[in-house]
């Protein structure tokens, strides 16, 4: 009783000493064994979901002739353009890369979590292009993007000293992601959409646009669709209960 007073523990709570088990239990250490540092978030969950790399092309080269204040203020505004249809879809950014972002998507369901990836991928390109013609009317170039949209289980907690400790994830699916994202630069299109994504959402995509591509540090090739403008993610994938949908997919199969 005096260490469940001293942590400030609820009502329910128990310490695991005083639990006699009749059956199995799945377990979660809530404090370390020395001190009382609460290490909820420290602990690692595994999770199936969608990751999404985004990077913007040839910034280096653009800002090469800009002064440090304009370098940081497009950025911003960049970001301010597009981070807005990543949360909305119920994504969150993992992390800031100078010119490029890291978002998940943190959903219930594998299902839920490709389907955010694929609206907001689509919708930062619609994002993108309203960003470009604001940056036309003041006689500036557009900005170009790479994005890289994989699902698969990774690794979630605190990874870090214990004083710097940021919240991340690891996984061979972040890896994919990534280089999906590089892949993008070479075929010159907004978005590389692993077939693993499209169908982790119950829908299709065109069989006939799939590529298969072996990418560095991954162990078996990836199939992904290459899509030129990413806002039109959504009219190129169809529901996987689509009738029409679902014959097209068997006969293209059928076809190779």
């Known amino acids: 009783a005096r260490t469940l007073k001293a942590i400030k523990a609820r009502d329910n709570v128990r310490l695991a000493c005083q639990i006699r088990p009749t059956a199995s239990l799945s ?49 911003n505004r960049f970001f301010d353009a597009i981070v807005p249809e990543i949360t909305m879809a119920g994504g969150t950014v993992d992390k800031y890369m100078g010119d490029g972002l890291l978002a998940l998507f943190e959903m219930n369901s594998p299902e839920q979590s490709a389907q955010a990836g694929i609206t907001a991928a689509g919708n930062i390109g ?77 829908m299709v995509a065109p069989q006939a646009m799939l590529q298969d591509f072996s990418l560095r540090g991954v162990d078996h090739p990836v199939r992904a669709l290459p899509v030129a403008q990413a806002s039109t993610l959504e009219q190129l994938l169809s529901p996987l209960t689509d009738p029409e949908a679902t014959t097209f997919a068997v006969a293209t199969d059928k076809g190779h």
């Open 126 to 202: 619609v994002a993108l292009a309203r960003f470009n013609m604001m940056l036309a009317s003041e006689g500036e170039d557009p900005v170009r993007i790479g994005m890289g949209l994989h699902t698969g289980t990774v690794v979630l907690g605190e990874i870090g000293t214990t004083d710097n400790a940021p919240r991340t994830l690891i996984g061979s699916a972040v890896n994919a992601a990534s280089r999906l994202e590089a892949k993008t630069k070479e075929l010159g299109v907004e978005l590389l959409i692993s077939d693993s994504v499209v169908q982790a959402a119950g």
């Open 27 to 75: 377990i979660q250490r809530v404090y370390q064994a020395k001190g009382r540092r609460q290490v909820h978030s420290a602990q690692g969950v595994e999770k199936t979901i969608a990751v999404l790399f985004l990077d913007i092309r040839g910034f280096t080269a653009r800002s090469a002739g800009l002064l440090p204040y304009d370098i940081v203020f497009l950025l």
